[in-house]
């Protein structure tokens, strides 16, 4: 198959490619850029001359939060009824904030509510800023999205560091924290207007793969047609030859009947008493029921390829099948039918079996793929042409489509989440 055969139908690959593009809003804002957050932790250990000082790199700046410096004293809320609250969720969270401390910063663990209620409970309580540690150890922070908390500043961190903190916390430690712009982080993976770009591009390959595939179906069936008309007209001719071709009964005494002379060249069977036989220009004899079909395919002798149009003056510009090969299953059929015919209005009772043309002054017959088609043979090869063309535009629209959830998942690590 051609090239453009393989192209695939659009209105397939379009509509899987638009049910597999429909892109999350979330996906949008993963694309856009973020800050990170340099944090400096101090741990004022009673007994212990010299702090404790770590540092931790991956912190992130929520979307919605200021992208300033800030520094306080770290504070977790108070168990709630006897329950440690780590998650500031609940309308009964407090902190407990000792009244020489001017700033303090809030820690809370990721969950159960959005980001949003978590910062503005916080900053209800007079936090200058939110420290949220992720609940799933082996997840990096995300970049938060809390609309409307104000001038508070938010920042998330790992589990692992958070509960560092915490532990601190629970022992009644000093925990001083120090909070810095990082850098600037554009996305990392495909953003959105990639993604749009890659289905633009593919929908266009797509369109004009398939005009040209158009273009391929409408020549062939120009081609298919054309053919059909010459072929009625080839056989029209076909028939008004062989009508002005002389026909005689073979009779006792003939020079056909003579044991020497040639057996017919299309059932190799020798001439009998009350055989008709078809005597063409070329002065070649046959069996009438055997070389009609014969002409009216091809037109042309068995034997020496003689174009009887030609010979007979009809249509003499018409270009005979002389290289289309002997389908030999439908001449089989109407030899067949024709000799059954002829035998009813003969005396002898002899049958007629057909073999291939084996005689030695034939020349070697075309191969079977130079027949010319039948209308049932063009629509088979036309509907595996398109099983083979839908099968590749699914695919091509599955391929893409897998291309777009593994740029999502990639998506991941840059995640703009709500809670």
Same mark, same amino acid.
């Given at each position: 198959?051609?090239?453009?055969?393989?192209?695939?139908?659009?209105?397939?690959?379009?509509?899987?490619?638009?049910?597999?593009?429909?892109?999350?809003?979330?996906?949008?804002?993963?694309?856009?850029?973020?800050?990170?957050?340099?944090?400096?932790?101090?741990?004022?250990?009673?007994?212990?001359?010299?702090?404790?000082?770590?540092?931790?790199?991956?912190?992130?700046?929520?979307?919605?939060?200021?992208?300033?410096?800030?520094?306080?004293?770290?504070?977790?809320?108070?168990?709630?009824?006897?329950?440690?609250?780590?998650?500031?969720?609940?309308?009964?969270?407090?902190?407990?904030?000792?009244?020489?401390?001017?700033?303090?910063?809030?820690?809370?663990?990721?969950?159960?509510?959005?980001?949003?209620?978590?910062?503005?409970?916080?900053?209800?309580?007079?936090?200058?800023?939110?420290?949220?540690?992720?609940?799933?150890?082996?997840?990096?922070?995300?970049?938060?999205?809390?609309?409307?908390?104000?001038?508070?500043?938010?920042?998330?961190?790992?589990?692992?560091?958070?509960?560092?903190?915490?532990?601190?916390?629970?022992?009644?430690?000093?925990?001083?924290?120090?909070?810095?712009?990082?850098?600037?982080?554009?996305?990392?993976?495909?953003?959105?207007?990639?993604?749009?770009?890659?289905?633009?591009?593919?929908?266009?390959?797509?369109?004009?793969?398939?005009?040209?595939?158009?273009?391929?179906?409408?020549?062939?069936?120009?081609?298919?047609?054309?053919?059909?008309?010459?072929?009625?007209?080839?056989?029209?001719?076909?028939?008004?030859?062989?009508?002005?071709?002389?026909?005689?009964?073979?009779?006792?005494?003939?020079?056909?009947?003579?044991?020497?002379?040639?057996?017919?060249?299309?059932?190799?069977?020798?001439?009998?008493?009350?055989?008709?036989?078809?005597?063409?220009?070329?002065?070649?004899?046959?069996?009438?029921?055997?070389?009609?079909?014969? *002409?009216?395919?091809?037109?042309?002798?068995?034997?020496?390829? %003689?174009?009887? =149009?030609?010979?007979? +003056? !009809?249509? /003499?510009?018409?270009?005979?099948?002389?290289?289309?090969?002997?389908?030999?299953?439908?001449?089989?059929?109407?030899?067949?039918?024709?000799?059954?015919?002829? *035998?009813?209005?003969?005396?002898?009772?002899?049958?007629?079996? %057909?073999?291939? =043309?084996?005689?030695? +002054? !034939?020349? /070697?017959?075309?191969?079977?793929?130079?027949?010319?088609?039948?209308?049932?043979?063009?629509?088979?090869?036309?509907?595996?042409?398109?099983?083979?063309?839908?099968?590749?535009?699914?695919?091509?629209?599955?391929?893409?489509?897998?291309?777009?959830?593994?740029?999502?998942?990639?998506?991941?690590?840059?995640?703009?989440?709500?809670?």
């Amino acid at each position: 198959m051609s090239g453009a055969g393989r192209a695939g139908p659009a209105r397939l690959a379009t509509l899987a490619l638009l049910t597999c593009s429909l892109w999350p809003a979330r996906a949008d804002n993963a694309s856009q850029e973020y800050y990170t957050a340099l944090i400096n932790v101090t741990v004022q250990e009673p007994g212990r001359g010299a702090p404790l000082t770590f540092r931790i790199d991956r912190g992130r700046y929520g979307l919605d939060s200021p992208k300033a410096e800030v520094r306080g004293q770290v504070l977790a809320p108070l168990p709630i009824h006897g329950v440690a609250d780590h998650l500031g969720c609940d309308p009964q969270t407090r902190f407990l904030v000792p009244p020489n401390i001017k700033q303090w910063i809030a820690l809370l663990q990721r969950g159960n509510c959005t980001f949003k209620e978590k910062i503005s409970r916080a900053a209800f309580h007079n936090a200058v800023a939110v420290v949220i540690y992720n609940n799933k150890s082996k997840e990096e922070p995300v970049t938060m999205t809390h609309p409307g908390t104000g001038d508070i500043i938010a920042v998330m961190i790992t589990e692992l560091r958070g509960k560092d903190i915490l532990s601190y916390l629970e022992k009644n430690i000093s925990v001083q924290m120090t909070i810095a712009v990082g850098t600037r982080m554009p996305p990392k993976n495909f953003s959105r207007g990639s993604l749009v770009f890659v289905s633009i591009s593919f929908i266009v390959l797509m369109i004009i793969s398939s005009a040209w595939l158009i273009f391929y179906f409408i020549q062939k069936i120009r081609y298919t047609n054309a053919r059909d008309r010459n072929q009625r007209r080839l056989g029209d001719a076909a028939k008004k030859a062989i009508s002005k071709l002389t026909t005689r009964t073979v009779k006792k005494g003939d020079k056909e009947t003579d044991p020497d002379f040639d057996h017919c060249a299309v059932c190799i069977e020798s001439y009998k008493q009350n055989d008709v036989v078809r005597i063409l220009p070329c002065k070649h004899v046959f069996h009438k029921s055997c070389v009609d079909p014969w *002409l009216s395919e091809h037109c042309t002798c068995p034997m020496c390829k %003689l174009n009887i =149009l030609k010979a007979l +003056g !009809i249509v /003499p510009n018409l270009p005979c099948t002389d290289n289309v090969a002997f389908d030999m299953e439908r001449l089989t059929r109407t030899q067949a039918v024709n000799r059954r015919s002829a *035998l009813g209005d003969l005396t002898s009772d002899n049958s007629l079996g %057909l073999e291939p =043309l084996r005689t030695s +002054g !034939i020349s /070697p017959l075309p191969q079977d793929g130079e027949l010319t088609p039948r209308t049932g043979e063009i629509n088979i090869a036309v509907t595996k042409e398109w099983f083979i063309i839908a099968s590749f535009g699914l695919l091509s629209a599955l391929t893409l489509c897998y291309m777009i959830i593994r740029a999502t998942a990639s998506l991941n690590a840059n995640e703009v989440e709500w809670f």
